[in-house]
């Protein structure tokens, strides 16, 4: 089977999926923000030569971005770790085909090769390079430099990928990415080894004697190797079948029937938060969601911004709300079918995680009232951030899952996972918090601090009085869409 083969099967399954509709209005999306970044990078590109000269008058600017490359290189580590993912495809039915697994991996790898993240810095490496040679550089030695950047870009590509399998076994998936990354930069700061002096006379040394070039190209190839090891000894039919066996704290979790008739799905929500490694994501995200106002309110600059005071209200009592909220019902798909055959009002169900919304809003704002410290304006803009969460939010937020039609693999990497993630969860993001911002700072520019804040209560306080009537409204759109979202989380 050839790679045009390959291509050819993952055409169909994108354009057969039940969310392609939403996979093309992404796709759309994302094509905005990569015209963007490839604008950016090119304005990057021609001006970092005429930057650099003006910057440093006596010095090469090839030498001085030389030097630099070292915190590009990390730099460009970290972010594609968060949002790189390698480029699978569906397998499993390939296993049962005479088909060499040598060709599979081979694929998987080098389509790896063709992703956004390594395509991007040549739009502003190359732009570089080319007012190289119109300043008189060596022909070759700027293209044998410039040949060395790229192999150094598909060496982080192939790293990555290794350090994303590492730490896909750890719980805190980001924890090893940080420690590496971090440690780097640590060690070059406190010029314990200078890695940015090492980078810097290797790429001299390329620049210099171009023989150099095979030394990173060595590296592409044994991380290439590696990379194709890995996956390969990962490509069997039976893999997905072993267990791991772990000892289970099991709780009765009495308080939740005080609830009532919602109580068994808290129970199963509440378990499923805590015993998978994806959904467990959205608990360790409320302790950056508490100390996110850490990063703004010590800062003099934003003691003179009260109207972003809602912003980062509706972020701090909110996390929970929107990690968790935004993937309602995809947290079930992998049992959807079974739950929606079973004897159950859907309403209940529903209930259910609006009131866990609801108690983690409540918690996180008892838990944000020492920010008073900061001034009283913090705490009424977070109370009233609050109440728009619990009587708007929810009910947007449940609304907008009616139209989820991406399953959601539980079992995968905790942090910065994106595999679920659809146009739903995209443009869900602008009535969640770009709404609120703008009600806040239109009322407070045009009348003040305490009637936006009043508005923005007001506005809670309704979406509560309604809430049975928007429940019911909620209800019969997942009604309507239930067989959709039972055939959608079918498909792999």
Same mark, same amino acid.
């Given at each position: 089977?050839?790679?045009?083969? #390959?291509?050819?099967?993952?055409?169909?399954?994108?354009?057969?999926?039940?969310?392609?509709?939403?996979?093309?209005? *992404? @796709?759309?999306?994302?094509?905005?923000?990569? *015209?963007? =970044?490839?604008?950016?990078?090119?304005?990057?590109?021609?001006?970092?030569?005429?930057?650099?000269?003006?910057? =440093?008058? $006596?010095? $090469?600017?090839?030498?001085?971005?030389?030097?630099?490359? !070292?915190?590009?290189?990390?730099?460009?580590?970290?972010?594609?770790?968060?949002?790189?993912?390698?480029?699978?495809?569906?397998?499993?039915?390939?296993?049962?085909?005479?088909?060499? +697994?040598?060709?599979?991996?081979?694929?998987?790898?080098? /389509?790896?090769?063709?992703?956004?993240?390594? #395509?991007?810095?040549?739009?502003?490496?190359?732009?570089?390079?080319?007012?190289?040679?119109?300043?008189?550089?060596?022909?070759?030695?700027?293209?044998?430099?410039? *040949?060395?950047? %790229?192999?150094?870009?598909?060496?982080?590509?192939?790293?990555?990928?290794?350090?994303?399998?590492?730490?896909?076994?750890?719980?805190?998936?980001?924890?090893?990415? %940080?420690? #590496?990354?971090?440690?780097?930069?640590?060690?070059?700061?406190?010029?314990?080894?200078?890695?940015?002096?090492?980078?810097?006379?290797?790429?001299?040394?390329?620049?210099?004697?171009?023989? =150099?070039?095979?030394?990173? %190209?060595?590296?592409?190839?044994?991380?290439?190797?590696?990379?194709? +090891?890995?996956?390969?000894? /990962?490509?069997?039919?039976?893999?997905? *079948? /072993?267990?791991?066996?772990?000892?289970?704290?099991?709780?009765?979790?009495?308080?939740?029937?005080?609830?009532?008739?919602?109580?068994?799905?808290?129970?199963?929500?509440?378990?499923?938060?805590?015993?998978?490694?994806?959904?467990?994501?959205?608990?360790?995200?409320?302790?950056?969601?508490?100390?996110?106002?850490?990063?703004?309110?010590?800062?003099?600059?934003?003691?003179?911004?009260?109207?972003?005071?809602?912003?980062?209200?509706?972020?701090?009592?909110? &996390?929970?709300?929107?990690?968790?909220?935004?993937?309602?019902?995809?947290?079930?798909?992998?049992?959807? /079918?079974?739950?929606?055959?079973?004897?159950?009002?859907?309403?209940?169900?529903?209930?259910?995680?609006?009131?866990?919304?609801?108690?983690?809003?409540?918690?996180? !704002?008892?838990?944000?009232?020492?920010?008073?410290?900061?001034?009283?304006?913090?705490?009424?803009?977070?109370?009233?951030?609050?109440?728009?969460?619990?009587?708007?939010?929810?009910?947007?937020?449940?609304?907008?899952?009616?139209? @989820?039609?991406?399953? &959601?693999?539980?079992?995968?990497?905790?942090?910065?996972?994106?595999?679920?993630?659809?146009?739903?969860?995209?443009?869900?993001?602008?009535?969640?918090?770009?709404?609120?911002?703008?009600?806040?700072?239109?009322?407070?520019?045009?009348?003040?601090?305490?009637?936006?804040?009043?508005?923005?209560?007001?506005?809670?306080?309704?979406?509560?009085?309604?809430?049975?009537?928007?429940?019911?409204?909620?209800?019969?759109?997942?009604?309507?869409?239930?067989?959709?979202? &039972?055939?959608?989380?079918?498909? $792999?």
């Amino acid at each position: 089977m050839t790679i045009k083969h #390959f291509l050819n099967l993952e055409r169909k399954q994108f354009f057969r999926s039940a969310s392609f509709g939403k996979s093309v209005a *992404l @796709n759309i999306l994302m094509i905005f923000f990569a *015209l963007y =970044f490839i604008a950016m990078f090119l304005l990057v590109g021609i001006g970092l030569y005429p930057g650099l000269k003006q910057v =440093f008058p $006596d010095q $090469d600017p090839l030498i001085i971005l030389n030097g630099y490359l !070292f915190f590009y290189i990390l730099g460009d580590m970290v972010l594609r770790f968060f949002f790189q993912k390698l480029p699978v495809m569906s397998v499993k039915p390939l296993l049962t085909l005479p088909i060499s +697994k040598h060709k599979v991996v081979n694929y998987v790898l080098r /389509k790896s090769a063709f992703s956004f993240f390594n #395509f991007l810095p040549l739009f502003a490496f190359v732009p570089f390079s080319i007012t190289l040679l119109i300043k008189g550089y060596p022909t070759g030695a700027v293209l044998v430099w410039l *040949l060395a950047v %790229i192999v150094v870009t598909l060496i982080i590509n192939y790293l990555n990928f290794i350090i994303e399998t590492f730490s896909s076994e750890t719980e805190l998936s980001f924890l090893p990415i %940080i420690l #590496f990354a971090g440690g780097l930069f640590a060690l070059n700061h406190f010029n314990v080894i200078s890695f940015s002096e090492v980078i810097a006379q290797g790429f001299n040394s390329i620049y210099n004697n171009p023989i =150099f070039i095979l030394v990173p %190209i060595l590296i592409l190839v044994a991380l290439y190797m590696v990379n194709f +090891k890995q996956l390969k000894s /990962k490509l069997y039919l039976d893999s997905s *079948l /072993k267990t791991k066996v772990t000892v289970v704290n099991a709780s009765s979790m009495e308080w939740t029937k005080r609830f009532g008739d919602i109580a068994p799905f808290m129970q199963l929500d509440l378990k499923l938060l805590w015993r998978n490694k994806r959904s467990k994501s959205s608990v360790w995200m409320l302790a950056l969601g508490l100390l996110y106002g850490l990063f703004f309110y010590p800062q003099e600059s934003y003691q003179n911004m009260p109207w972003f005071f809602a912003f980062i209200g509706i972020f701090v009592t909110g &996390i929970f709300l929107i990690n968790f909220g935004q993937f309602i019902p995809a947290w079930d798909s992998g049992y959807y /079918k079974m739950l929606m055959s079973q004897n159950i009002k859907y309403k209940q169900y529903l209930k259910s995680k609006w009131t866990l919304m609801t108690l983690s809003v409540i918690i996180l !704002f008892v838990l944000s009232i020492p920010y008073v410290y900061f001034g009283w304006k913090i705490l009424l803009a977070h109370f009233a951030a609050a109440i728009y969460n619990i009587g708007v939010n929810t009910h947007v937020i449940l609304y907008g899952g009616s139209f @989820n039609r991406k399953k &959601i693999d539980l079992n995968q990497r905790a942090a910065f996972n994106y595999q679920g993630t659809g146009a739903v969860q995209w443009i869900i993001g602008i009535p969640l918090m770009l709404l609120p911002l703008a009600i806040f700072g239109i009322t407070y520019a045009l009348v003040g601090f305490e009637v936006g804040c009043a508005v923005l209560t007001v506005l809670g306080a309704v979406g509560i009085v309604l809430h049975e009537k928007l429940m019911v409204f909620i209800t019969k759109k997942y009604v309507d869409n239930k067989y959709k979202m &039972i055939d959608a989380f079918s498909q $792999d």
